[in-house]
């Protein structure tokens, strides 16, 4: 008896570019190794970690990849295309030597994207470093024993709003970075703070209370770069909702000494907020104005609470916010410092 292959060669033919056609044409969710190593030029790595999640100010998702090479970790971030393409936004690389990567995690803290929380250990000092992809880095130092004792926590009255809490310390964002506060604390907050606008008639900057009630706030920016003469060359300010302005030689008040003058220009505005109530500061830069001190001192049960808080310039802090630090102002209260560039004289 005879027997001919080719029924079962036409079957193996057939199913053979049958896998091809699906090989080719199937859909691919996340980026693979060699979509990754072509768009960061790296070869050899390893994808440790693949995520869909919203990380930047465009509302669509981003592809978030993680991976490991021989030298660096790397964090890359696409878009997708199509079924095989994607869009390559950018890679961020953390030193791979003595670094062991733990975790990697979405938190929300209702702005409109997410932040991405590395969780790594070097030897035994685990710490958490935060990537707001477009505006900063920031890195949280950890004990072991911290690390039983991690949580990711909703605040209930802000649906969306997530945040921190290690053994029982609660890490908000603050518009700028992750600022350890009290549960029942208030939290100052920027919507916006846009100074290089061409219309007065919209507010530069938008202060909201995120947290509980304050008796008062008061949101203040420094101009050290400027003084008397030159202040209204650089800045315009319209004088709605109790704004004031302070020019240099002006009594203020300082937060250690009695009779104080003002060293260079300020501006302010304070009011009581409840949750969610907002503060609007009408002014603009009509050229570049150099450094700005903003910063905020609150009321609440007799107590004087900062904000920035007060430890964030103990310089063992990471205030982790790349060309902006954290200072005293000229009234003795801890400042974030920030440089206005785009308006040019």
Same mark, same amino acid.
């Given at each position: 008896?005879?027997?001919?292959?080719?029924?079962?060669? $036409?079957?193996?033919?057939?199913?053979?570019?049958?896998?091809?056609?699906?090989?080719?044409?199937?859909?691919?969710?996340?980026?693979?190794?060699?979509?990754?190593?072509?768009?960061?030029?790296?070869?050899?790595?390893?994808?440790?970690?693949?995520?869909?999640?919203?990380?930047?100010?465009?509302?669509?998702?981003?592809?978030?990849?993680?991976?490991?090479?021989?030298?660096?970790?790397?964090?890359?971030?696409?878009?997708?295309?199509?079924?095989?393409?994607?869009?390559?936004?950018?890679?961020?690389?953390?030193?791979?030597?003595?670094?062991?990567?733990?975790?990697?995690?979405?938190?929300?803290?209702?702005?409109?994207?997410?932040?991405?929380?590395?969780?790594? #250990?070097?030897?035994?000092?685990?710490?958490?470093?935060?990537?707001?992809?477009?505006?900063?880095?920031?890195?949280?130092?950890?004990?072991?024993?911290? =690390?039983?004792?991690?949580?990711?926590?909703?605040?209930?009255?802000?649906?969306?709003?997530?945040?921190?809490?290690? #053994?029982?310390?609660?890490?908000?964002?603050?518009?700028?970075?992750?600022?350890?506060?009290?549960?029942?604390?208030?939290?100052?907050?920027?919507?916006?703070?846009?100074?290089?606008?061409?219309?007065?008639?919209?507010?530069?900057?938008?202060?909201?209370?995120?947290?509980?009630?304050?008796?008062?706030?008061?949101?203040?920016?420094?101009?050290?770069?400027?003084?008397?003469?030159?202040?209204?060359?650089?800045?315009?300010?319209?004088?709605?909702?109790?704004?004031?302005?302070? =020019?240099?030689?002006?009594?203020?008040?300082?937060?250690?000494?009695?009779?104080?003058?003002?060293?260079?220009?300020?501006?302010?505005?304070?009011?009581?907020?409840?949750?969610?109530? $907002?503060?609007?500061?009408? =002014?603009?830069?009509?050229?570049?104005?150099?450094?700005?001190?903003?910063?905020?001192?609150?009321?609440?049960?007799?107590?004087?609470?900062?904000?920035?808080?007060?430890?964030?310039?103990?310089? $063992?802090?990471?205030?982790?916010?790349?060309?902006?630090?954290?200072?005293?102002?000229?009234?003795?209260?801890?400042?974030?410092?920030?440089?206005?560039?785009?308006?040019?004289?």
């Amino acid at each position: 008896m005879k027997y001919s292959l080719r029924p079962y060669l $036409t079957h193996i033919a057939f199913f053979s570019i049958f896998l091809l056609f699906f090989s080719c044409g199937r859909e691919l969710f996340h980026p693979d190794e060699s979509i990754l190593e072509k768009a960061i030029g790296v070869s050899g790595v390893r994808i440790l970690s693949n995520k869909k999640y919203n990380v930047t100010e465009d509302k669509t998702l981003e592809n978030i990849v993680f991976s490991a090479g021989k030298e660096n970790y790397y964090l890359s971030l696409f878009h997708k295309k199509g079924k095989r393409e994607f869009s390559y936004l950018g890679t961020k690389s953390f030193p791979i030597k003595d670094i062991e990567f733990l975790k990697m995690v979405m938190v929300n803290p209702a702005i409109g994207y997410s932040h991405i929380f590395l969780f790594f #250990k070097k030897g035994d000092k685990p710490y958490i470093h935060i990537v707001d992809w477009d505006h900063f880095e920031q890195t949280i130092p950890l004990s072991m024993d911290d =690390l039983s004792g991690i949580e990711l926590l909703k605040n209930s009255k802000k649906p969306g709003d997530e945040y921190l809490s290690i #053994k029982g310390r609660a890490f908000r964002f603050d518009s700028m970075q992750y600022v350890e506060i009290f549960p029942d604390a208030p939290l100052p907050f920027f919507l916006s703070l846009s100074l290089n606008r061409e219309d007065l008639e919209e507010p530069g900057a938008i202060l909201r209370n995120n947290g509980e009630f304050t008796a008062s706030t008061v949101l203040t920016l420094s101009f050290p770069d400027l003084n008397s003469a030159n202040f209204y060359d650089f800045v315009q300010t319209l004088p709605k909702n109790n704004l004031r302005v302070y =020019l240099t030689g002006r009594k203020i008040h300082h937060a250690d000494i009695k009779t104080f003058y003002a060293k260079y220009p300020m501006v302010e505005i304070q009011g009581p907020l409840k949750n969610m109530e $907002t503060l609007r500061l009408y =002014l603009r830069a009509k050229k570049d104005p150099g450094k700005i001190h903003i910063r905020a001192v609150m009321q609440k049960a007799g107590q004087i609470i900062p904000w920035p808080p007060m430890y964030l310039l103990d310089k $063992t802090v990471d205030s982790g916010i790349p060309g902006k630090k954290v200072t005293l102002d000229q009234q003795g209260y801890p400042a974030y410092e920030i440089e206005i560039h785009g308006k040019k004289p």
